[in-house]
Structures are given as structure tokens and as C-alpha cells.
């Protein structure tokens, strides 16, 4: 028997061994973006585009599977030990990690990056991320010298104290906020840090030059062991979608990092032979038709039950050429927490009269909808135009620059209905919390907020505090459901309408070896330290 | 002369004053918050404030202006919102392509108006003229991003001549510096066959002829220098034309140029970029303008006396 298994296993082995050769070490593959990369400092870019770079130069205490969802360490040397109260972390470094200076990182790093974002002169976008922290606001407000709940035990072992148990917070433990930088680089380079990282990571930034290319190369002293495969990356910026495409075909690019251009899009899916190099996969963001709770008819919850029915979802996703998955609620499939049995409102415009009429607008109203005005978002808005007017509803459409709309959908009682298409939610980390406090919830329905329904229901607020106390293992089931069932109330008051989850698609060169896992990671994005070259 | 350049520079300060004025109030009343943008969704609100006050925006507008100049004044352009780098280096190291792009431009709109337009003035009313004239049209109302990409469909890509796109040399610059001319050398060669028309019905042509003088030494060594001093106005204005030119024409080839620097920070309202570049365009186009007056005053001297 236990022959047998040894052959099995040996057997499995070699299979494997055929179908997935290990990935050969060298060369180089080249990367193109529309857009300039505007820093790479952790603390402070904040990205799609310069978010999987950070993670080719640095790394944090903590990180996720390939492709999946679940904490794994990294720079920690195991998953951290706990207290009973679940507001104390100690986190165990690994033994000799260096900076790409040469120097070992030590606890001491740990808590200065951490106080590094919190510092109001670092201007960091993820400042609020870590602010739970003992200690840290007196920190921010200048109170403090230092932070009090950061206490760096040995040069390996560092503790963190919260003021209050946080489930999500080793989530936040491996956002590239929670990158650890060495403080004499970013002494020496002051403000240009961002130009010149120096990290831990599997990659060193070579070269940049601005707005024309960046050049990584390999990190020969990584501390895991034959990573990365790669020699080099190249990422050049300012390459149009659609001649970067081109670019592609001629093998002068490796990936597109922006996606297959609108207009090549079909004719790409359509070809079996291009085919092979395009990856799909469903992204962890929503995006929606944001209904203000309160502004005019919006008030009532049964005029916005009717403009969930009204809005055929179908037809947008048309528009889109199908790159989307109906959504029926607030929160992604990817989503730990995302409720499969959610129905959300199905296309019924009789119904949605019927209910207009109850609610006291037989002959409709007017409002307004206001949206970005880069393609197609002024024809998804359109359609939504279309079809509220079935329903007796006149839509004035606002089509304006995307800062414009942002200023006015934060604006309390200004936008009425806000669609969201160019700033849909996409997760900062896979923690349903991170899908109610910044965008549903009571202290984010303030002005400047991105609680754009401005709805701010107490009672939920109370619950998803509760849920967010529960870190024991044995209680996350319970806390996932609860938090379902905090977005059914929410679907329930149809503060927004849910339209689709965003289904991104990439192409890759021939010579390029890398699966949907590492280049549509849902954490990372893009996997550099994973992919290889065929040789 | 003196007094002309002086009163021409005295004037141009004006103008650039007038210039960051109007920018920065432009930006000031954009229905947008520029903390919001750095500090992007996910921040708090806290988060946004206190980006807000370290970037001196919650001080009153005067109060920012009146800081924005004196910094300028002693060349300090201040410091970009969303890179966190100095203005005045990201901006130095965009200059130079730009220029590139310009002199590549002017050239072929010269190399392709001054022949088209000279064989117009020649065949005036008969087809080439009214080809020349056609073209002239056509260049001048195609949309630039629609040009660019066509050409880079055709050219670079169809019959692989050029490279797709990005910085590099002669073989780089051809395809966005014909996208950029090609407008303008419609233009020019309207202006070149009107000029040239006009200086071939004036009597000392006729004299050259009557002398015996060959048609080509009639138009070149006679008639062309008389009718140059428009060209020269023209390259002047062309430069401020080009300036908002390169800002399509770089982002569809991915020419790393101050066009793209400005249309990336107008995306995210970086106000310090935005400014720091329309200062500098308006520094260019004013001394550009200034050396074409210059070089007119010096070619014909009935402009200094009138």
C-alpha cells in the first residue's frame, strides 16, 4: 500500500512535472501603460497602475495567496500571534531580510513606516487606514512624538495595540501602505523617495525616466529563494491603448497594462488565435447608479425601488461589450461575505410604474444624473436616460469632468443620481468592511465623503462595528453573514442600484508565461515576481 | 530698435503676469478639490483635510497667489500634487522633446507649403492649384488624434516604416511632427501662393523679366524674399498653435513632451504642474513672437519707419 502511494505520488509527480514546467530564470518582458506612473512610494501611490509596481520594489509584514484572497506572511516570519482581547498583534520578523541597500531590516523599520504614513507631512492617501492604532491620532494631531500602541520588542519582533479589535486588520497589515522602506533612504531622498524607492523587494527600480519608461531590475538578494524569474521589467508609459495593441502584435510588448483598446476588443475574442494570450477575470469592484437618499421624490424608498426595476442591466452591459457581470447587490462575487442567494430587484418597468404611482408619481418627475464624460459612460448614461423615461422619470443628464463629478456627488442634497462608471468601488483590501465604512455608512455620508446616496442608517453602523469585534477564527462565518446581511438592509432601502461587477480582460505576448492568477490577481493585479519568459 | 525691444519685453512681462493670474484663478473656481484627488476614495475625510491644510489650500486665494509668486519670483515653481516632485526639473526634462517636435514641424510644414505653394501661385486657376488648395483644406480640418492614428495605422503599422510610437530619433519624430505640420503646412502654402501673387503682378518683376531673367531666378532670388517676411510672423504664431498641438499629438504617439505632462495634470488637477507649464508656454510664445517681430524688423527696413 504504502509502495503503491509513493509510485502514485511519484507518478503525479512527473505528470505535473510535464504539464507545468518550472519557470525558467531570465530575460526580460516589457509592460505598457497610457498613463505617466506618478511615485512609487507606497505611503503615497496609490493606484491600478503603480500599486503592482510598489509591490515589485517593497514588501509588508504580510501578503495573499497567488490569485486568491487568503493572508500568508511574508516579510513576517509567521501569521502573527493574537491576544484573547483581539487588540494586541506581535509580529516575528524573518531572519536577514536586506533592503536593496544592503541593510537588514529590522522592528525598528516596521514602526517607522507605519508612523511614516500616519504623519500628516506624507501627505498619505491611506493615513485613516491605520488610525485605529493606540496612539496614533494623538500622533497626527501633533500630540505625540511617537506612536504609543507601536512597541518594537526586539529587532525581530514588533507589537501592535489597537484601541479596538478589528477584524480587517491584517488586511490592512498588507496594503502597500503597510510597505516597510528603510529610513535613511528616505532621508536621503526626501521628497523624491517616490523616484528613488529603495525596499526589500523581489525588483530594484534601475532607471526612470519621465514620461518615457522605468526600468526594474532583478534583486539578486531576495530573500526567496529563486524569485523572481525574471532579469528585468520594462513598463513604458504613454503608449495609447490602441497602439499599444499594435505594438503587442509586432512583439515589442509583452502586456498590455491598460487592456485590449474598445475597438480591437471583439475582433480579439473572436480570433483562436489570439485568443490563447487573453485572460479574463471578474475584478472585486461594483459599479452602480448612486441614488441620493436625499434629494426630492429620491427621498422615498419606493421611487427608488422603482428606478432599480426601471434600469435594464442587460443593455449597459451591451454597451460595454459585455465586459461585466450583472450585479445584484453591493458586493462583488470575489468578495468574501458576497451572498449568492441576493436576487436584488429584476427589470420589471410595469412594476416600477405601479410603485411610482403608489409613492405618489403617477405622471413621473424630473431629476437630474450626473456622469464623467469619458467614453462610454455618456452612453451608459443614456440608456439609463432611456429607460427611467419609460417609467414616466425625465432624466438631464450631466456629463462633466470626472473631479467635477466627484465634487458634486460628495456634495450633500446636489446629485441626485450619480452614475459611477470611471470610479466604481474597487476593494482596498477583501474585507466586506471595506465595502460599507467609506462608501455606505454614517461617517462617510459627510461633505467631501464617498457615501454618495448619503445614507446613514445607525443601526447598521452599530452592527458592522459589532461584526467588525469579531476576530476569533471560530466567529468568521458569523461575521461574514452578518455583514450579508447588512447589504440585503441596504439593497433593501435600494440606495443604490447595483449594475455590474467589471470583468477585466488582458493580452500577453507569445513568449510570455504567466496565468490568470498573475496578471489579474485581485489583490496584486499584476504578479511580477511569478511571470518568466519561454526561452 | 532699442526702445522697440524694450517697450516689446516690458509688454511681455505684462502679459505673463495676465497669464498666471487668469490660470490660477481659472483652477480656483474648477468645481473640484484637488485634496480629494490626491488622497483619492478610499482616504477619510480627516485624511482629505489634512492633506488639504499641508498643501496650502485652505488658505484664502489672494493669500495662495501672493505665496505662488513669490516662490516664482525666485524660480520656484513649487511641487507637483500627485508625483511629490519638484515642477520646474519635470518640467525641464519635458522641454526639450517638445522642442523636438516643434522644429520637426515647422520644417515640413516648410518643406511641403513653400513648394505646394509656389507651384500653386505658378498654375493659378488651373488643377494643381485648386489641388494645393484642397489639401490646404483638408490638413487644416482634420482632427489631430484622428491623423495621428491613421497615420500610425498605415505607416507604421500597415507598411511598417515607422515605429509605432514612443521617444527616439529622426525615424520616431516623423510620424507626430507630420501630424502636427500637417495643418499648418496647408495653411502656409495658402499664404505663400496669396504672397507670391501678389509680388508677381508688381513691376520690378516684370523688369526682371524683361531682362531676361529665368522664371525659377524670378520666383526664387526676387519675388520669394519679398514675400518671406509673412513666414517669418507665421513660425512665431506657429509655436503658440503648436502649444496646444502637442498636447493630442504627444499623448497618441507617446512623445514625452510637456503636451502630455499638461494633460496628465489636468486630469488630476495638479494645480503646480498646470500653472508651472502654462507660465512657461506663455514665456515661449511670447519670446517666440517677440524674435519673430526681431527678425521681420531686420529683414525689411519700411517695417522700422512705419
Sequence with gaps: ?535 | MLTFTVSRVLQSLGVLLVASVFTFSLIFLLPADPARLVAGPSASVQTVDSIRRELGLDRPFVAQYALYLTHLLQGDLGRSYKQQTAVRPLIASRVWPTFQLMLGAVALELLMGLPLGIWAALKRGRWPDRLVMGFAFLGASAPQFWLGLSLVYLLAYGLNLFPLGGYGGLSHLFLPALTLGLGGAGWYARVIRSSLLEVLARDYVRTARAKGLSQSRVVVRHALRNAAPPIISMIGLDIGVFMGGVVVVESVFGWPGLGRLVWDAIRVVDIPVIVGVVIFSAVVITLANLLADLVQLALDPRIRYS
Design chain 1, 1 to 535: 500500500m504504502k509502495r503503491f502511494t509513493g509510485r502514485t505520488l511519484l507518478g503525479l509527480t512527473l505528470l505535473l512535472g510535464t504539464a507545468h514546467a518550472a519557470p525558467q530564470q531570465g530575460g526580460s518582458i516589457t509592460v505598457s501603460y497610457k498613463d505617466d506612473v506618478t511615485t512609487l512610494d507606497p505611503a503615497v501611490g496609490y493606484d491600478y497602475q503603480n500599486w503592482p509596481m510598489e509591490k515589485m520594489v517593497f514588501d509588508a509584514l504580510l501578503d495573499y495567496t497567488s490569485g486568491g484572497t487568503t493572508l500568508t506572511p511574508r516579510l513576517a516570519a509567521k501569521m502573527p500571534d493574537v491576544s484573547k482581547d483581539g487588540k494586541t498583534y506581535t509580529f516575528t520578523l524573518r531572519k536577514g531580510v536586506k533592503f536593496h541597500n544592503g541593510r537588514v531590516m529590522t522592528a525598528d523599520d516596521v514602526k517607522y513606516s507605519l508612523e511614516r504614513v500616519l504623519d500628516p507631512k506624507t501627505k498619505s492617501p491611506g493615513q485613516s487606514f491605520y488610525t485605529d492604532i493606540a496612539g496614533a491620532q494623538a500622533f497626527v494631531d501633533g500630540k505625540a512624538k511617537a506612536v504609543s500602541g507601536i512597541a518594537v520588542l526586539a529587532p525581530d519582533k514588533v507589537k501592535i495595540t489597537l484601541n479596538a479589535p478589528n477584524a480587517a486588520f491584517l488586511n490592512i497589515m498588507a496594503m502597500n501602505f503597510a510597505f516597510i522602506v528603510p529610513k535613511e533612504a528616505v532621508a536621503k531622498a526626501g521628497e523624491d523617495f517616490g523616484h528613488q524607492p529603495v525596499g526589500t523587494g523581489p525588483f530594484k527600480l534601475k532607471s526612470w525616466v519621465s514620461g518615457q519608461q522605468l526600468q526594474f531590475e532583478r534583486n539578486p538578494n531576495y530573500f526567496m529563494a529563486d524569485m523572481p524569474y525574471l532579469d528585468g521589467v520594462t513598463v513604458k508609459v504613454g503608449l495609447d491603448p490602441s497602439v499599444a495593441y499594435l505594438s503587442l502584435q509586432r512583439g515589442e510588448i509583452d502586456l498590455l497594462g491598460d487592456g485590449i483598446p474598445p475597438a480591437q476588443f471583439l475582433q480579439v475574442t473572436r480570433d483562436p488565435k489570439l485568443k490563447a494570450n487573453v485572460f479574463s477575470k471578474t475584478s472585486v469592484n461594483t459599479t452602480y447608479l448612486s441614488l441620493n437618499t436625499g434629494v426630492g421624490p429620491l427621498k422615498d424608498v419606493r421611487v427608488r425601488q422603482a428606478i432599480n426595476m426601471a434600469i435594464d442591466k442587460t443593455k449597459i452591459l451591451r454597451i460595454i461589450n459585455g465586459r461585466g457581470v450583472v450585479a445584484r447587490g453591493v458586493l462583488p462575487p470575489l468578495m468574501p461575505g458576497y451572498d449568492k442567494t441576493e436576487k436584488g430587484y429584476a427589470y420589471d418597468p410595469a412594476k416600477a410604474k405601479t410603485l411610482l404611482a403608489a409613492a405618489g408619481f403617477k405622471n413621473g418627475f424630473e431629476t437630474t444624473l450626473y456622469t464623467t464624460s469619458t467614453d462610454p459612460n455618456p452612453r451608459i448614461a443614456q440608456s439609463i436616460q432611456q429607460d427611467l423615461a419609460q417609467i414616466g422619470v425625465k432624466v438631464q443628464l450631466k456629463s462633466l469632468a470626472q473631479s467635477s463629478v466627484i465634487d458634486a456627488a460628495s456634495t450633500p442634497k446636489t446629485a441626485a443620481m450619480v452614475w459611477s462608471g470611471g470610479l466604481a468601488w474597487t476593494q482596498d483590501y477583501p474585507d466586506p468592511s471595506d465595502f460599507y465604512w467609506p462608501i455606505l455608512s454614517c461617517r462617510s455620508a459627510v461633505q467631501g465623503g464617498w457615501n454618495w446616496p448619503f445614507v446613514c442608517d445607525k443601526a447598521l453602523d452599530a452592527r458592522a462595528e459589532k461584526g467588525d469585534r469579531m476576530v476569533a477564527p471560530a466567529q468568521q462565518a458569523a461575521r461574514l453573514k452578518e455583514y450579508a446581511s447588512i447589504f440585503a438592509a441596504l439593497n433593501k432601502q435600494a440606495v443604490w442600484v447595483p449594475v455590474f461587477h467589471e470583468v477585466r480582460y488582458t493580452m500577453k505576448s507569445d513568449r510570455l508565461v504567466g496565468g490568470v492568477d498573475d496578471l489579474l490577481d485581485p489583490t496584486h493585479f499584476i504578479n511580477y515576481e511569478r511571470l518568466s519568459v519561454k526561452k
